[in-house]
């Protein structure tokens, strides 16, 4: 007999994981709480206009993620940068961080040259750090004890540095700014994105709304693979059972031989049987979340030229052109999406009060914006939309395999070695579908429930696992 898996969660962890078992053979089916996939990757519309929940990018070097667009055959639906370019703005200055066509970490050095807002002395400090950062061992659990803030002062890094550059990259892919992070996850993200390889920190972003994009393709191409897809459909238990698992919905069981947990860890703590994660008790209140705020403005005018721009010194970090993808239907017009993250100090703050503060800064960073008349102005906000990278949080990310046989987890706060981004939801699914497989065939688990964190292993993918 066929063996049934049961995925609980339609995220992208969730999509990945039921896709890799499905195409392994095994009969899978999927719940997912609310009418859509996709997770917190959705869209909603807002007359007749597309709005995605936040501006979601990724980067060359997300190479999983990418996989998965090609599996639910959507490549050509996302836009990557043939090479990095980013306008920068404030402060009254402006600037560009864009690579030339040589090895890293050269590739950056022109920009570096020109960066306006750096000294000659800041700049030869900047390089050195940069250097040093590829040095430093992210095994070791004093990495992940070490704020990435002390160890970029202890460097040399002053303020400037810090805002102008580094937090410039970390705020947007961490959700955090640089002394609430932990150094082990930082320096993943500049080696793999900046120091590593010169082509990986090139950009992309959705040509099209993410719901068409994640939660439809992922629709589309679950039922060609044979899953099946329940949804909404909340889910109130997972039950062990003496021959495999029981997962409750209202006023039903479904049977399976393998579960996959792919929500969120406060969902995750909730839900799961007890003794099924081996950490203390309050693990998901110490991982935390960190929000991200996203500000969209239509204006009756073109008033900023290329795709995106980036901030310093002003209340925009990042602002992004929405205006193709969302079908803006005044002529004319156009739709800037600006995205805030590590947003605490403004997640709860009244709509009135962000225009107010929104508004005059993007005036500033875009001088055509001044007499530009705003059609529309409103706010969406992701009070959880990532946990906190802070320092320690590695040792609050468990692993794919739980301590109960056939309970597997994913997410991108699960112990992927990356950020709680789109590429690690995807590595996640792929580490929990390769769990399953190696559970239902009859081969021990590689992971430990708490063995990964302290010694790292070689990456299987699922390919290898089905030979």
């Known amino acids: 007999m066929t063996a049934r898996v049961a995925v609980v969660g339609g995220g992208l962890a969730g999509i ?10 095994y009969a899978v089916r999927l ?97 050195r750090a940069a250097l040093a950062l590829r040095a430093v061992d992210t095994s070791d659990p004093r990495t992940d004890d070490t704020s990435f ?27 955090a700014r640089a002394d609430e992070v932990s150094l082990t996850l930082a320096a993943t993200v500049f080696r793999i994105g900046l120091l590593t390889d010169s082509a990986a920190a090139d950009i992309g972003w959705a040509r099209i709304p993410l719901r068409q994009l994640h939660g439809d393709a992922a629709r589309a191409a679950l039922s060609d693979a044979g899953v099946d897809t329940v949804a909404p459909a909340r889910v109130t238990g997972i039950r062990r059972l003496s021959d495999g698992w ?21 969902a995750a703590a909730a839900l799961l049987p007890a003794g099924a994660i081996d950490l203390p008790a309050d693990w998901a209140a110490a991982l935390g979340s960190s929000p991200i705020v996203n500000i969209h403005v239509i204006y009756d005018r073109q008033v900023m030229t290329g795709p995106l721009r980036a901030g310093i010194g002003t209340a925009v970090q990042w602002v992004f052109d929405r205006t193709a993808a969302a079908g803006v239907p005044e002529a004319g017009a156009q739709y800037l999406a600006v995205s805030v ?39 969406t906000r992701e009070r959880h939309a990532t946990f906190r990278p802070a320092p320690g949080t590695a040792r609050l990310r468990p692993p794919a395999a739980t301590a109960l046989p056939g309970l597997v987890l994913a997410g991108a706060w699960t112990d ?52």
């Open 341 to 379: 993250s590590a947003a605490d100090d403004i997640v709860d703050r009244p709509t009135a009060e962000l225009r107010r503060r929104f508004l005059p800064a993007l005036a500033e960073l875009l001088p055509a914006a001044r007499d530009a008349r705003v059609l529309d102005f409103f706010v």
């Open 16 to 25: 990945t994981a039921a896709l890799c078992c499905a195409d392994a053979g």
């Open 149 to 175: 803030g002390d160890w970029l002062r202890a460097h040399g890094q002053d303020r400037d540095a810090v805002d102008s550059l580094w937090d410039l990259v970390g705020i947007a892919t961490l959700n």
């Open 416 to 467: 992927t070695g990356w950020p709680a981004t789109m590429e690690g939801a995807v590595r996640s699914g792929e580490s929990a579908a390769t769990e399953v497989i190696s559970y239902l065939a009859g081969i021990p688990s590689r992971t430990g429930a708490r063995e990964r964190a302290a010694t790292p292993q070689p990456r299987t993918r699922i390919s290898e696992v089905i030979r």
């Open 246 to 266: 029981a997962i409750s919905t209202t006023g039903s069981d479904t049977r399976a031989d393998a579960v996959v947990s792919a929500i969120p860890h406060p």
């Open 31 to 127: 719940f997912e709480s609310r009418p859509w996939l996709g997770g917190l990757t959705h869209s909603f519309t807002r007359g007749e206009l597309w709005v995605d929940n936040g501006q979601h990018v990724f980067l060359r070097c997300c190479e999983r993620y990418l996989a998965l667009l090609d599996r639910m055959g959507v490549r050509d639906a996302v836009y990557l940068q043939p090479r990095l370019d980013i306008p920068v703005s404030g402060t009254g200055r402006r600037g560009r961080l864009s690579r030339l066509p040589v090895p890293a970490p050269l590739h950056l050095s022109w920009s570096l040259l020109r960066y306006p807002w750096l000294s000659t002395g800041a700049r030869l400090r900047f390089a």
